[in-house]
């Protein structure tokens, strides 16, 4: 079955670093744009960074241009969100989700980020 599983999150402190990882199965990863979106409480859930299905294009939200990296391996099925320069307002839930070109698309459970001020 489907399955997008994404770790690395936790506590840390403001300036910190954090790698988030998700690991697809069940389906095409090489064939799907990659995103990690998050949600924090009372707010809308907004996308962070995208990559393209070969890594070449990548996109990132303004607030986190220059702090977090995206990246994909397509042989190991995963998709990384490095972060860096943490900010409190980046506590959020992260949630990896994958689309393809004809609309079919996967979430991920998420995996919780907290940094402390």
């Known amino acids: 079955q489907v399955q997008l599983v994404e770790s690395g999150g936790g506590l840390v402190e403001s300036g910190g670093s954090l790698r988030l990882s998700c690991a697809a199965s069940?389906?095409?990863?090489?064939?799907?744009?990659m995103r990690w979106y998050r949600q924090s409480p009372g707010k809308e859930r907004e996308m962070v960074a995208s990559?393209?299905?070969?890594?070449?294009?990548?996109n990132y939200a303004d607030s986190v241009k220059g702090r977090f990296t995206i990246s994909r391996d397509n042989g190991k099925n995963t998709v990384y969100l490095q972060m860096s320069s943490l900010k409190f307002e980046d506590t959020a839930v992260y949630f990896c989700?994958?689309?393809?070109?004809?609309?079919?698309?996967?979430w991920g459970q998420g995996t919780q980020v907290t940094v402390s001020s």
């Open positions: 990559i393209s299905s070969t890594g070449a294009r990548t």
């Open positions: 989700h994958a689309r393809c070109i004809v609309g079919v698309e996967y």
């Open positions: 069940g389906f095409g990863f090489s064939h799907y744009v």
